[in-house]
């Protein structure tokens, strides 16, 4: 068994649901379209879960439908300024591409994406870690809204880096002291 067996991302990824198109009659599987009807017709949509797509895909029973995070007016978005994309509102809205050449494009549009934004996270997180708790008013609120349009990694990454922040000013001003 691989490592990925008690990888609790792995198995949610495993039951996220796509959208797919059926291309043929496929008998006695109408239960997954949630209806009555004992068979699921061609060119009937369905979401479907991740372990069942691959099967219906590979077998040609089946096409993706590329999800709305991975459009193209997404894509070009996020080509064109990476940090100005809201992700949380595309997180929950599809799956992944099986397919090899827009798995390729969406992977290296998603890795431009990530480095665009990262030295802005680590900038955002030291400054606002700078100010510290102390500070209150408006820019507790401009820290919210910026965590506010992170994905989960970039908010734990956040986190981390502000974190970071406080651990070294600690760690300045202790030996500050001891210097003394």
Known sequence: ???EYY???AILAENQKVQ???KVDVPDMGHLAGGEDRDIKATSKLQIPMWMAYILIYSDYADFNIPHPFSSRVRNALNA???SVK???LVGQGGMCLNDDPAVEMS???VKTFRARLTEII???QHFASIGASTAGNSGDQG???REGLDGTERELFALAQWSVKMMKRWHESSETSKR
Request: net charge negative.
């Open 7 to 9: 990888d609790i991302e």
């Open 81 to 83: 300024e990476a940090r």
């Open 108 to 110: 290296n549009v998603l």
């Open 20 to 22: 797919c198109t059926f």
């Open 123 to 125: 900038d955002q997180a």
């Open 144 to 146: 919210m809204a910026f």
């Open 1 to 3: 068994m691989g490592d």
């Open 87 to 89: 992700l949380t509102s």
